[in-house]
């Protein structure tokens, strides 16, 4: 089957795959060939792709997954190959998000920290054996 990973910016993924693993808002799940059709809301997380027995990781922030005829489409606000991703930047990104949610402060936009939490997390899952 065919996987393509596409952002606003750019195509991030493009090649076949055995199977495929990301995070749908309802929650985690796999496509193996001759999947049924299927779409799904994608959350922020990551992303897992395995061909000729080896993984990829990928974050995939939000967005919609699609898959027909074993053709899989990903369209996603941002994404990034675990190799792309630096690793000191998610972890400065994270503790900046959690310092504001710590402020408790009424005029904190709480959701948008809590995104910027599941984002700088997403990254670093995606890189554990960076
Ligand atoms: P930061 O606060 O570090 O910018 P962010 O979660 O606010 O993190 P995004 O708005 O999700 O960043 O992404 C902005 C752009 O920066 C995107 O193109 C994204 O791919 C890139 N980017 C963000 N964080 C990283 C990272 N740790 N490594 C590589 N690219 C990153």
């Given amino acids: 089957m065919h996987l393509k990973i596409i952002t606003h910016e750019k ?9 495929i693993y990301t995070k749908g808002t309802d929650g985690e799940f796999g496509v193996l060939k001759n999947h049924v ?4 809301s994608l959350d922020i997380g990551v992303t897992k792709v395995v061909k000729d027995g080896h993984d990829k990781y990928f974050t995939t922030m ?18 990034e190959c675990s190799d792309d991703i630096d ?3 998610a972890k400065a990104a994270l503790e900046r998000a959690q310092a504001r949610l710590a402020e408790a402060d009424a005029a904190l936009d709480a959701k948008r920290a809590e995104a910027a939490v599941a984002r700088a997390m997403a ?5 554990f054996n960076k």
Avoid: H, S, Y
């Fill in 37 to 40: 059709p299927l779409m799904a």
């Fill in 87 to 89: 690793v000191t930047r």
């Fill in 11 to 19: 195509v991030v993924f493009d090649d076949n795959v055995d199977e």
């Fill in 62 to 79: 939000g967005g919609v997954f699609q898959f027909k005829d074993n053709e899989a489409l990903i369209l996603t606000n941002t994404a």
């Fill in 123 to 127: 990254r670093l899952k995606a890189t």
